[in-house]
């Protein structure tokens, strides 16, 4: 039996909704009806039905109802006593947590409406429910109109795909965005080797592609751009830009670098300055279309293999072909034919056993060198593959002697070099790593050892306050230090043009340069044209084209912001320029006389 106190409580929750649903300003106001399923069944020529099974539905989406939408208003709450005791009822069901069957719905667009089971979403609704459990049946609207000719469209995608929370404003959207799936799923068949079931493909798709380009979309506001359209149908917009762009380039450009590039477009037409905002939203959304883009691009062996490797040992080497072929050479070695338990055995054998024996080598040093290991190999993966890489240029692959080599060949001099100078644990991993990067840049293009490599390298970076300090810029990152040495190089190079002051307004117009390098590559174009007039006549001129040419510009901002994801700096339309003149010169183009436009077109498509 139910307790009076209970009952008296149920009496009381009904009396609060009513009254809450007056608010205080209720007075002479004419309570809204529920919806009428019959009216809106008419309005939509919805008869077609088919059933959809149980569904746990959105409170908030039940929005009328078949017989009863008079006895209630539009929020459910009861218009007449009559109901009160059922009311009650239901509500102590709810309270004392006893089951109650699903609701009964009928469905007509996103619209859901109560055959069954008016009290319970009255009291659902008093609770604060968000969903409730129904059996749905779905009504089609007959497509007589266009909002109806889509929802049909819609229901159609649904249906196929299971993603349910996809609006299109215009027609033929969904089939469009149906042979995007497809495709996707023809390339996930081909990589995995099997025919897989379209819905769970499209819920993959959702989340590798969709979903990360809306969340950029959003964080950039572009909607505001389009009047009365969804950023549903900005990604079909995205997926345009992308082909047609994929096929003036000769190339599938990917969708990390069509949607900045999208955005960029749409951004150029608000503002000349205008380019994507990147935060650490866009930035994580972005990489997960880059690593899309990236196995799309890799041999698929490559790519299923260092799944493997991940997921056996936690070690992501990012797709690198050297570390699987080293894992298939032991596996050959070892007669080992299944690559899951060659991983395994690796990670134990060679991988583990090197940091054990590189950690042994070390304790027998200064405890500096051995408190810089234990920062080094916080990356693991590029700590191995570090050694690995040297291994390469080596005779002797004995494993103790190539590290103990390593040890003094590299690790030592790279500490030694770094010990004076103050960095944060990251810092210090990308310089580390950044130094040896130089050292296999020399050895692989000149034929000397590597300690002469190292050496000259060495050397380099002593041999005058440009190189010495710009060494130092770049590796940390010192921004009063970087202004410094712009502009001593900036009024060095001055020093040589006629006219200075034309020189500071094209700066100041385009500028300001933000790479010394573009300096040198300036002074480079200067004495291939020879000429007095080659700021007027042909710097200025050139960047006045390329600054009006918007298909040029939205690249080089796509290209800008590219550049400062990668490498956390920044480009100027005076950087940019001058690289495209680097790369005429490279290729041996008469500068004198080569169209800037198409040049920078070759060069971004390049």
Same mark, same amino acid.
């Given at each position: 039996?139910?307790?009076?106190?209970?009952?008296?409580?149920?009496?009381?929750?009904?009396?609060?909704?009513?009254?809450?649903?007056?608010?205080?300003?209720?007075?002479?106001?004419?309570?809204?009806?529920?919806?009428?399923?019959?009216?809106?069944?008419?309005?939509? %020529?919805?008869?077609?039905?088919?059933?959809?099974?149980?569904?746990?539905?959105?409170?908030?989406?039940?929005?009328?109802?078949?017989?009863?939408?008079?006895?209630?208003?539009?929020?459910?709450?009861?218009?007449?006593?009559?109901?009160?005791?059922?009311?009650?009822?239901?509500?102590?069901?709810?309270?004392?947590?006893?089951?109650?069957?699903?609701?009964?719905?009928?469905?007509?667009?996103?619209?859901?409406?109560?055959?069954?089971?008016?009290?319970?979403?009255?009291?659902?609704?008093?609770?604060?429910?968000?969903?409730?459990?129904? *059996?749905?049946?779905?009504?089609?609207?007959?497509?007589?109109?266009?909002? !109806?000719?889509?929802?049909?469209?819609?229901?159609?995608?649904?249906?196929?795909?299971?993603?349910?929370?996809?609006?299109?404003?215009?027609?033929?959207?969904?089939?469009?965005? =149906?042979?995007?799936?497809?495709?996707?799923?023809?390339?996930? &068949?081909?990589? *995995?080797?099997?025919?897989?079931?379209?819905?769970?493909?499209?819920?993959?798709?959702?989340?590798?592609?969709?979903?990360? %380009?809306?969340?950029?979309?959003? &964080?950039? !506001?572009?909607?505001?751009?389009?009047?009365?359209?969804?950023?549903?149908?900005?990604?079909?917009?995205?997926?345009?830009?992308?082909?047609?762009?994929? &096929?003036?380039?000769?190339? +599938?450009?990917?969708?990390?670098?069509?949607?900045?590039?999208?955005?960029?477009?749409?951004?150029?037409?608000?503002?000349?300055? %205008?380019?994507?905002?990147?935060?650490?939203?866009?930035?994580?959304?972005?990489?997960?279309?880059?690593?899309?883009?990236?196995?799309?691009? =890799?041999? #698929?062996?490559?790519?299923?293999?260092?799944?493997?490797?991940?997921?056996?040992?936690?070690?992501?080497?990012?797709?690198?072909?050297?570390?699987?072929?080293?894992?298939?050479?032991?596996?050959?070695?070892?007669?080992?034919? +299944?690559?899951?338990?060659?991983?395994?055995?690796?990670?134990?054998?060679?991988?583990?056993?090197?940091?054990?024996?590189?950690?042994?080598?070390?304790?027998?040093?200064?405890?500096?060198?051995?408190?810089?290991?234990?920062?080094?190999?916080?990356?693991?993966?590029?700590?191995?593959?570090?050694?690995?890489?040297?291994?390469?240029?080596?005779?002797?692959?004995?494993?103790?002697?190539?590290?103990?080599?390593?040890?003094?060949?590299?690790?030592?001099?790279?500490?030694?070099?770094?010990? #004076?100078?103050?960095?944060?644990?990251?810092?210090?991993? *990308?310089?580390?790593?950044?130094?040896?990067?130089? $050292?296999?840049?020399?050895?692989?293009?000149?034929?000397?050892?590597?300690?002469?490599?190292?050496?000259?390298?060495?050397?380099?970076?002593?041999?005058?306050?440009?190189?010495?300090?710009?060494?130092?810029?770049?590796?940390?990152?010192?921004?009063?230090?970087?202004?410094?040495?712009? +502009? $001593?190089?900036?009024?060095?190079?001055?020093?040589?043009?006629?006219?200075?002051?034309?020189?500071? *307004?094209?700066?100041?117009?385009?500028?300001?340069?933000?790479?010394?390098?573009?300096?040198?590559?300036?002074?480079?174009?200067?004495?291939?044209?020879?000429?007095?007039?080659?700021?007027?006549?042909?710097?200025?001129?050139?960047?006045?084209?390329?600054?009006?040419?918007?298909?040029?510009?939205?690249?080089?901002?796509?290209?800008?912001?590219?550049?400062?994801?990668?490498?956390?700096?920044?480009?100027?339309?005076?950087?940019?320029?001058?690289?495209?003149?680097?790369?005429?010169?490279?290729?041996?183009?008469?500068?004198?006389?080569?169209?800037?436009?198409?040049?920078?077109?070759?060069?971004?498509?390049?």
């Amino acid at each position: 039996m139910i307790k009076i106190e209970t009952y008296i409580d149920a009496k009381n929750s009904y009396s609060k909704f009513l009254k809450e649903s007056k608010g205080f300003l209720w007075f002479g106001k004419k309570d809204e009806n529920l919806k009428s399923f019959i009216e809106v069944q008419k309005e939509n %020529s919805a008869y077609t039905s088919v059933n959809l099974g149980i569904k746990d539905v959105l409170i908030k989406d039940i929005k009328g109802s078949v017989q009863k939408y008079m006895d209630f208003n539009k929020n459910f709450v009861p218009k007449n006593s009559v109901i009160e005791e059922r009311w009650c009822s239901i509500y102590l069901a709810f309270v004392n947590e006893k089951p109650l069957p699903p609701l009964e719905l009928y469905k007509i667009k996103d619209e859901y409406f109560v055959y069954d089971g008016n009290h319970r979403v009255s009291v659902a609704k008093f609770l604060n429910f968000v969903r409730i459990e129904a *059996e749905v049946k779905e009504f089609i609207p007959s497509p007589t109109t266009k909002e !109806n000719a889509i929802y049909n469209e819609k229901f159609n995608f649904e249906k196929k795909t299971g993603l349910n929370n996809i609006n299109f404003t215009e027609m033929g959207q969904y089939s469009r965005l =149906l042979k995007e799936i497809n495709d996707y799923k023809e390339y996930v &068949e081909n990589f *995995e080797k099997k025919s897989l079931d379209l819905e769970k493909v499209s819920k993959l798709w959702y989340e590798k592609i969709y979903e990360p %380009s809306i969340k950029i979309l959003e &964080e950039n !506001n572009i909607l505001s751009n389009f009047k009365d359209r969804t950023y549903d149908d900005l990604f079909i917009y995205l997926l345009n830009h992308k082909y047609f762009t994929s &096929e003036k380039k000769g190339r +599938d450009i990917g969708f990390s670098y069509a949607v900045i590039n999208f955005i960029n477009m749409l951004k150029l037409e608000d503002s000349e300055d %205008s380019i994507i905002k990147v935060n650490e939203k866009v930035e994580e959304n972005l990489e997960i279309l880059k690593e899309t883009d990236a196995r799309k691009k =890799l041999d #698929e062996v490559i790519v299923r293999k260092d799944d493997i490797l991940k997921k056996e040992t936690g070690l992501n080497f990012k797709h690198n072909f050297l570390i699987i072929f080293e894992i298939d050479e032991f596996m050959y070695k070892n007669e080992i034919e +299944d690559f899951q338990n060659g991983v395994k055995l690796w990670y134990k054998d060679e991988f583990m056993e090197f940091f054990k024996c590189f950690k042994k080598k070390i304790a027998f040093l200064s405890n500096m060198y051995l408190e810089k290991f234990k920062i080094i190999t916080k990356n693991r993966e590029r700590a191995y593959y570090s050694l690995k890489n040297y291994a390469i240029k080596q005779s002797n692959f004995e494993s103790e002697l190539l590290i103990a080599n390593y040890i003094l060949e590299r690790y030592i001099p790279i500490i030694d070099q770094l010990k #004076e100078v103050e960095l944060g644990e990251d810092e210090f991993i *990308e310089s580390y790593f950044g130094i040896e990067s130089e $050292y296999n840049y020399i050895s692989k293009y000149e034929d000397i050892s590597f300690k002469d490599a190292k050496e000259r390298y060495f050397n380099s970076i002593n041999k005058s306050y440009l190189q010495s300090h710009g060494w130092l810029l770049l590796r940390f990152k010192d921004e009063e230090r970087k202004k410094d040495i712009l +502009d $001593y190089i900036i009024n060095k190079f001055k020093e040589k043009l006629l006219n200075k002051n034309l020189f500071d *307004e094209i700066v100041k117009k385009y500028g300001p340069i933000k790479r010394y390098g573009t300096v040198f590559k300036l002074e480079t174009a200067m004495k291939v044209y020879g000429d007095s007039n080659w700021l007027s006549e042909k710097v200025l001129k050139d960047l006045e084209k390329l600054s009006n040419n918007n298909e040029i510009l939205t690249e080089f901002k796509t290209r800008i912001t590219l550049y400062k994801l990668k490498e956390k700096r920044e480009m100027s339309l005076i950087d940019f320029y001058a690289r495209v003149l680097n790369y005429g010169t490279y290729l041996g183009k008469d500068m004198k006389y080569v169209d800037i436009i198409d040049l920078a077109i070759e060069y971004l498509n390049n």
